[in-house]
Each structure stands twice: as structure tokens, then as C-alpha cells.
């Protein structure tokens, strides 16, 4: 009778253990997971594409001339691109006509050029909230991510707005200038 009593506390025991475990290692995968699902909004491949096109479309657009007075003006971490842009390509009408256009083919939201060496001060800024221009909380995390190891002046960050009847889920990726 004393052994019987003795199996049903170890098996209590071990329950407890095998349950505990399970619940440690369910809490990690479930934030895992979350993380992930995140994550799969950042340098998603076919988005790096399209930033890559949209790079080669700026240069022909003179974005080499607004990049000499982003790099000129020594206070300027970064110059924002979008639909309210005026004057990025030296008052030519009709090439903004044409960018607009293009942002609202490839639903690009928003692009920013960043200086590659102040891309830490950016980072700084956005936590501090300090900087000149509203950022929304998403693209500040994406900054946050990035990290370049290569020797080029400016990296070009894009913001892409997918809509659809649940509503808009946007993506981000960038390429060096």
C-alpha cells in the first residue's frame, strides 16, 4: 500500500515538471512567433526588387543632384521622398507627374535617403524624438534593424502600402545608393 502511494506522488511530480516545461517552451515559441511575423514585413525579397528598380528610376530623375544638396547640408540626416515632394527634381513638372505615378504603381508610401554615416544619429533621433520629421512607429522599428556594412554615401529606404479589404499592411526595404 506504501509503494502505490508513492508512484501517484512521482507521477504528480513529474506532471508538474512535463507541464512546467511545456509552458516555458510554449511562452518562447509563441514569442518567437510573434517576432517573426513582424520581421516578415522587413527586406522581404520581391520588395527589395522593387526598391532597387525605384533607385535606378530616381537616377534618372537627376536624384544624383538632390543627393549633392542632402550631402551639402551638413545638419540633414536624411531627405524624404513622397507624393508632397516639390522641387526634388529641379522643377521639372513633368517628371514629378511621372514619380507620382510611379509611387502609386508600386505603392510605395514613402522613401527616405539616408547618409550611411549618420544613420546612427538617425537611429538616436527617432528615440529621442527629436527629429525634424514625424515617423510612424513602424518605420522606426525597421530603422532600428538596419545595419550597413558597406562602403557607399546614402541607403535608400522605401515604405510600401499594400491595401486590400482587411486594410493596408506595409512592407520596408532598402538598397545602397
Not at 527589395?48 to 543627393?67: S, V, W
Not at 545638419?75 to 502609386?104: A, C, H, P, S, V
Amino acid at each position: 500500500m506504501n509503494k502505490n502511494g508513492f508512484v501517484f506522488v512521482e507521477t504528480i511530480v513529474v506532471i508538474t515538471i512535463l507541464t512546467s516545461a511545456l509552458l516555458l517552451l510554449f511562452s518562447s515559441f509563441s514569442n518567437i512567433l510573434k517576432k517573426e511575423k513582424e520581421r516578415m514585413n522587413y527586406d522581404d525579397v520581391a520588395y527589395i526588387y522593387r526598391t532597387h528598380y525605384l533607385k535606378n528610376t530616381l537616377d534618372k530623375l537627376n536624384l544624383k543632384d538632390a543627393l549633392n544638396n542632402l550631402n551639402s547640408d551638413d545638419n540633414k540626416y536624411f531627405l524624404t521622398i513622397n507624393k508632397d515632394t516639390n522641387n526634388l527634381f529641379l522643377g521639372k513638372e513633368n517628371y514629378q507627374n511621372y514619380f507620382n505615378k510611379l509611387l502609386d504603381d508600386y505603392e510605395v508610401e514613402e522613401m527616405f535617403i539616408v547618409k550611411t554615416k549618420e544613420l546612427d544619429n538617425l537611429k538616436a533621433c527617432l528615440i529621442d524624438n527629436s527629429c525634424d520629421n514625424e515617423f510612424n512607429e513602424d518605420i522606426i522599428k525597421y530603422l532600428k534593424t538596419i545595419n550597413v556594412d558597406i562602403e557607399r554615401d546614402n541607403i535608400l529606404v522605401a515604405s510600401y502600402a499594400t491595401c486590400h479589404n482587411n486594410g493596408c499592411q506595409y512592407f520596408y526595404s532598402w538598397v545602397s545608393v
